[in-house]
């Protein structure tokens, strides 16, 4: 009798392990017919439905209230949202512009939204202000801790930078975006980046080439939806 068989999976695949690891030949294992059921483990739609909740629940972590219900209906929001589930490292970054209270940041949360819901292998998307990202930066506890942080921000798999430009001005201001921006082209890492402005020269020359090299604009036309008309 093969004493696996009345065992759940999992248990029999752990004792199959612990003989193996004590050197005792091993059962074989039972044939592991991939289940028919989309409600069952085993099915690929089972496993990928949990991804998805594990990866939605991280979402509305780094969402603010306002953007939870946020869904990306622009169609080449969507598009790049698609790409990135498809092939993160081959997809283009993304560059929001346009005016005050025209969508851009309900937009990009339902982006991010759009790429949890595929249920990724991992879903490790960060999210951060440009002028909290820039303060939080400058507050840190010193030189290491500051770079500590630029490297999180440079290596995240997936990154959000929303505002971008809301703080410019000072040389190390854009010296920092450049750093970031930079590495994640380099690492070929998928930003999101939303911004006020038209035109992005007004970010500082050398950060507003690199972000046209590397990012696919969207310009968000239309008027204020925070003020009545
Ligand atoms: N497609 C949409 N459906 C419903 N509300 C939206 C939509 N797009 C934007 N809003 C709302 O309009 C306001 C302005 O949008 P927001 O994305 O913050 O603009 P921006 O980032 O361009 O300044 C927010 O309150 C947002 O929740
Ligand atoms: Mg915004």
């Not at 990009?108 to 990202?133: C, F, W």
């Amino acid at each position: 009798m093969n004493p696996t068989n009345s065992m759940d999976p999992a248990t029999a695949a752990r004792l199959r392990e612990i003989l193996a690891g004590r050197g005792l030949t091993t059962l074989p294992a039972p044939p592991s017919e991939p289940s028919a059921d989309p409600d069952e483990p085993g099915h690929p739609e089972y496993h990928r439905r949990r991804r998805a909740e594990t990866a939605l629940a991280r979402w509305e972590k780094i969402t603010p209230r306002r953007y939870r219900t946020a869904e990306a209906t622009d169609p080449a929001v969507i598009a790049w949202a698609d790409a990135v589930i498809a092939d993160p490292s081959g997809t283009r970054s993304l560059l929001l512009t346009g005016g005050t209270g025209t969508g851009k940041t309900h937009q990009a949360y339902g982006a991010l939204r759009r790429i949890a819901a595929a249920g990724p292998e991992r879903y490790t998307a960060v999210s951060v202000n440009a002028a909290d990202m820039y303060g939080e930066l400058r507050a840190a506890g010193g030189a290491d801790d500051t770079e500590k942080r630029l490297r999180q921000l440079s290596t995240a798999p997936l990154l959000h930078i929303d505002d971008l430009g809301a703080a410019k001005g000072s040389a190390w201001v854009e010296e920092v975006t450049y750093r970031i921006v930079n590495t994640r082209y380099n690492d070929l890492l998928p930003t999101l980046i939303t911004t006020n402005f038209a035109d992005p020269e007004a970010l500082g020359e050398r950060l507003a080439s690199r972000l046209s090299e590397m990012c696919r604009v969207v310009v968000f036309g239309g008027s204020d939806r925070r003020r009545p008309r």
